[in-house]
């Protein structure tokens, strides 16, 4: 069975810095996706940004962009340029053979102005 | 194109009451889930559809949820009779997943149906 393992529940960061939320995670298989989705306060949880497992180079999406160690089964995201928008909790997720997404306990990411 | 649709938003039940939510999903979605999410933790697998048939249930407590997709379109997950710990948020999400070329991943969710048990 797959886990994923958040093991920071919760970092603060001024707005305009950049910010690293880490994640690692555990599997046998060789094809997967990994994910960060947001969810702000009471609103839907909504895809951040994707990796493909068979794809070396790393997933960028405007100021989001994730650090994968295939390897070290690593998977961290950072944010640049902080804004106060980005205040949710952060998911990191696997998604590998059965199409079943498996989330790790998250982390509250607070932005200061 | 319209979202994950979910209702109610909020319900508020005694213990031993019991509680239906209702999703539609995305529309030509052939996936549907059904995710508990207690407060402060990651979100959890109840149950998968694929089209009309369960493909996975196996963390579903059958002894007081039940779920169905009749027509392989909207979904109805009730429990019966709630317990205190069934307070959670109860999330749904589609996916397209007709073909695996166009697999993914993502999951597409609904803005979720918090319940309270008291």
């Known amino acids: 069975a797959q886990t994923v393992t958040q093991s920071q529940p919760e970092m603060s960061v001024q707005e305009a810095e950049t910010v690293t939320l880490s994640c690692t995670y555990d599997t046998s298989e060789n094809n997967y996706y990994l994910f960060w989705y947001k969810q702000p306060p009471s609103r839907q949880m909504i895809l951040v940004i994707r990796q493909e497992a068979y794809k070396q180079q790393n997933a960028t999406e405007n100021r989001f962009s994730v650090n994968f160690q295939k390897a070290a089964k690593s998977f961290s995201l950072k944010i640049s340029d902080s804004q106060l928008g980005d205040t949710a909790m952060y998911f990191c997720a696997f998604s590998g053979a059965n199409s079943k997404l498996t989330f790790g306990k998250g982390i509250t990411l607070s932005v200061r102005p | 194109e319209a979202g994950v649709a979910q209702s109610p938003r909020y319900k508020i039940i005694e213990k031993r009451q019991s509680v239906a939510f209702w999703c539609n999903p995305i529309?030509?979605?052939?996936?549907l889930y059904w995710y508990q999410q207690i407060l402060g933790q990651g979100p959890k697998l109840l149950i998968q559809?694929?089209?009309?048939?369960?493909?996975?249930d196996s963390q579903l407590p059958k002894d007081r949820f039940s779920a169905e997709r009749l027509k392989g379109v909207d979904s109805t997950l009730k429990i019966q009779p709630a317990k205190l710990e069934d307070s959670a948020v109860y999330l749904c999400a589609s996916s397209p997943r007709t073909s695996p070329l166009l697999y993914t991943g993502e999951l597409f969710f609904g803005e979720g149906s918090r319940l309270t048990v008291l």
């Open positions: 559809f694929q089209n009309n048939g369960v493909v996975d």
């Open positions: 529309s030509g979605h052939a996936t």
